[in-house]
T-cell receptor, first 113, second 106 residues
Framework: SQTIHQWPATLVQPVGSPLSLECTVE??????LYWYRQAAGRGLQLLFY??????ISSEVPQNLSASRPQDRQFILSSKKLLLSDSGFYLC????????????FGQGTRLTVV | GDSVTQMEGPVTLSEEACLTI???????????LFWYVQYPGEGLQLLLK?????DKGSNKGFEATYRKETTSFHLEKGSVQVSDSAVYFC?????FGKGTKLTVNP
């Protein structure tokens, strides 16, 4: 069966520090991968998605970047965190087909102080 | 572009009450529609889905019907339980509604 792992679960980082959140998927090949941010009262915002190694699409301009160094690994990064980067970050995957459901990781609660 | 508008909460109900959470959408083509549920401190889980017009998705007593004529996918449950307390998201493709927080009191 397929599983998705996302870590860490919680993170407190000072303003200006770097960020690296990692997500890995097991039990499937060639998945579509996604990073979402959930902020209070604003729902779920798609940040990045990837259809293959090295292929990243950004949905919104921001202080964050994403990389996919391996087929089932998706990394969210920042060189210098801002207070506004605080939120709940969710990684997700779906099979490479349109109109199918996504499977989510447990999320990372990031607090920038 | 695609968009999803769902009823904003929070919604507070007593156990065994009826639930309806409204969801309407705009989309190109005829995408599959989804309802996800998020329990406190967790990621989202698929609750139900419908892949074409007039399909009814159902799971755990929840139902939603894909209405092309009204571009709607309302979530319903006839008798809610305390364990249904969560945030519910309507979605199509990669687009999610803002979520509706449901609290069910005993």
């Amino acid at each position: 069966s397929q599983t998705i792992h996302q870590w860490p679960a919680t993170l407190v980082q000072p303003v200006g520090s770097p960020l690296s959140l990692e997500c890995t998927v097991e039990g499937t090949s060639n998945p579509n991968l996604y990073w979402y941010r959930q902020a209070a009262g604003r729902g779920l915002q798609l940040l990045f998605y990837s259809v293959g190694i090295g292929q990243i699409s950004s949905e919104v301009p921001q202080n964050l970047s994403a990389s996919r160094p391996q087929d089932r690994q998706f990394i969210l990064s920042s060189k210098k965190l801002l207070l506004s980067d605080s939120g709940f970050y969710l990684c997700a995957w779906s099979v490479r087909s349109r109109g199918v459901e996504a499977f989510f990781g447990q999320g990372t609660r990031l607090t920038v102080v | 572009g695609d968009s999803v508008t769902q009823m904003e909460g929070p919604v507070t109900l007593s156990e065994e009450a009826c639930l309806t959470i409204n969801c309407t959408y705009t989309a190109t083509g005829y995408p599959s529609l989804f309802w996800y549920v998020q329990y406190p401190g967790e990621g989202l889980q698929l609750l139900l889905k419908a892949t074409k017009a007039d399909d009814k998705g159902s799971n755990k007593g929840f139902e939603a019907t894909y209405r092309k004529e009204t571009t709607s996918f309302h979530l319903e449950k006839g008798s809610v339980q305390v364990s249904d307390s969560a945030v519910y998201f309507c979605a199509l493709r990669n687009v999610f509604g803002k979520g509706t927080k449901l609290t069910v009191n005993p």
